[in-house]
Structure formats: C-alpha cells, structure tokens
C-alpha cells in the first residue's frame, strides 16, 4: 500500500484491522487476502467455486463421503463459541471425526465457512498466531450468498485493464467467464494484443501513451501485480521469473525499472542499522541508480524509522 499510496501510514491499516474494517480472509486463487469489510462481503461468495476446486484437488480423497453440511455446522459452532488457530480447529473436529484427517477437516471449514484471520495478526511489526472466527460485518451483515461476478471484473479493469479474459481467469482462480465478459462487452472498449487476443479495459480509465515513462517502484512480497496476468511477460521477463518466484511458491519482493521488473530487494536489520540491499538482474544506468536510491530512502524511513539507514547495491550475479 505505501508503493501505491502517497503519504500511506503503517498505524491506518493496522486501525482499520483492529476495528474490524479490513479483514485477512481466503479469497481470489483461494489465497489469503488483505481486503476491506466491504470487499469481503462481496467477493466471497463470487469465489466459492474456486474454493471448492481447491479443497477438492488437495483434500478430496480424504473427504470423500464425508457430510459436508454437518461439519460445515459443527465447524461453524467451533468458531462462534471460541477463536481458534486452524491446528485447533481440525484437533476439535477430528474428535467428532476420529477416521478423517484434521488439516482437511480444517480445510473444508474454511471452504465452506467465511473464516477470517483475528488481529494482533496482520498488524504491522506483530507476530501472532492466526487465530480465526466467523465473518460478520460489524453491522451484523452477513457475507452475500448472491455472486457479484460482473461487479468483481469491472473491479479487477479498474486496476489491471486492458486484459484478457484469461489474465482475469489467472487472477481470480475462476473458469468459464466467456459468458460473462460478453455480458459486460458493451460496456467495456476493446483492443487487441500482438497476437490478436482481445483486451478489455474501461471506457474511463486512464491510458499513458507507450512513452510515458514509470518511476521506480518497490513492489513487497506476494504483491498482486505478479500475479494478475496470464502473461506475465507484460510485467516481467521470462527469465527472471525463477529468481523472482521460487519452486515452494514464495513470491519475493521486486524493483520495477519503467514498469518492469529487473531486481529483488530486500530489508537487513542488524545492529540499530536497517540496510536496503537492491539486488538487480541487470546492469543499471547511473540515472536508473539515483532514482531507486531516492525512492529506496523513502522505503526505508517507512519500513524501519527507528534504525539508521543504509542502502547497497549487490553485484550482479
């Protein structure tokens, strides 16, 4: 959020996570989510489909034949009387289901029932284990059970457009929305790729010319922007991808040279010193130096404003 937001502050996320108006909760690619309250009602029950894929091709063999309305209840009962970790949750349920696994019970749950992470979890500078409970809005509203897909994709425009229907599919974890974008298709323009794929975006959203130069970016871990497009060569080059995204599915923190990623960062905190260690892929110009420099300290008074700082670049490998 600070890349993304001018003047963005540690403290106004983590008041927002303790007054419940944003919530971590398992959403698009069945991944957990940082959202809003409002988010969180809406999108949950667009994505079911993809939950349900997930926890079948992880856990389906080990459920089989399992009542999925009964532990869906008793899991939701769990929850209500106590917050419990997901470890604890699957304990508490094996002891109803002694013949069945406990991660996958686990796992069913949170498939079927609005899970949400409880803070100190998610605070800024706090470790805590993820405790979950049962999502209700603070107004008592619960999670819409009607999907607002068409509502989601003019959403995902709104950030990522011009893109595919695949790029939205990749994004999302959702299938078969063909059907869909020709739902939306007379409110959206249209261009076309190199290879003649159709790229929708909206009629209103801004479009810099292709010479309009992107200042440097640092990108944190996980962050979306590598993980919204089918092709991921319009943000990334193929070959950095294995430096950038590694076999166990960790996705380190980036640098964007002109909207492109070209190095990894990251934060080394030892003795009262918080250094940025820039790691580029490939070699940079003097200028290309001085200006992540610039926004490297920036980074750095707001990642680490009680150490000193430093800023190094390593060599390339």
């Keep these: 959020m600070w890349t993304r937001i001018e003047g963005f502050r540690q403290e106004e996320l983590s008041k927002l996570i303790q007054d419940r108006k944003a919530v971590r909760i398992a959403l698009m690619r069945s991944t957990l989510h940082l959202v809003s309250a409002r988010d969180c009602l809406n999108l949950r029950a667009c994505l079911q489909a993809v939950h349900d894929r997930s926890l079948n091709g992880a856990f389906g063999k080990r459920l089989a034949g399992l009542d999925t309305k009964s532990l869906a209840t008793a899991g939701r009962a769990l929850v209500e009387a106590k917050p419990l970790t997901f470890s ?109 794929n159709e790229l929708f975006d909206l009629p209103d959203a801004p479009r810099p010319d292709a010479d309009t130069q992107s200042p440097p970016r640092f990108l944190g871990e996980f962050d979306n922007m590598l993980l919204s497009y089918a092709d991921r060569k319009r943000i990334i080059d193929e070959v950095y991808l294995k430096r950038v995204i590694t076999e166990n599915g ?35 110009s003097k200028q290309e130096q001085s200006a992540l420099a610039e926004e490297g300290a920036r980074l750095l008074i707001f990642a680490a404003d009680d150490h000193s700082h430093d800023i190094q670049f390593a060599p390339l490998e």
């Design 88 to 196: 604890e949750l699957g304990k508490r349920l094996n002891e109803q289901w002694p013949d069945r696994d406990p991660a996958a019970l686990a796992a069913a749950v949170r498939t079927w029932v609005p899970l949400v992470q409880l803070p100190p979890r998610g605070l800024w500078g706090r470790a805590a284990k993820p405790y979950i409970l049962l999502w209700k809005h603070g107004s008592g509203t619960p999670i819409s059970a009607e999907p607002a897909t068409e509502a989601m994709i003019l959403r995902y425009l709104a950030t990522y457009g011009p893109a595919t229907i695949k790029d939205i599919q990749v994004w999302s974890g959702l299938t078969r929305l063909r059907e869909v974008m020709e739902r939306l298709r007379q409110q959206l323009v249209i261009f076309r790729d190199e290879q003649g």
């Design 250 to 284: 960790i996705i380190r923190s980036t640098i964007l040279i002109d909207g492109f990623v070209c190095g990894t960062w990251r934060i080394k905190r030892d003795q009262g010193t918080a250094t940025l260690i820039i790691e580029p892929f490939k070699r940079l």
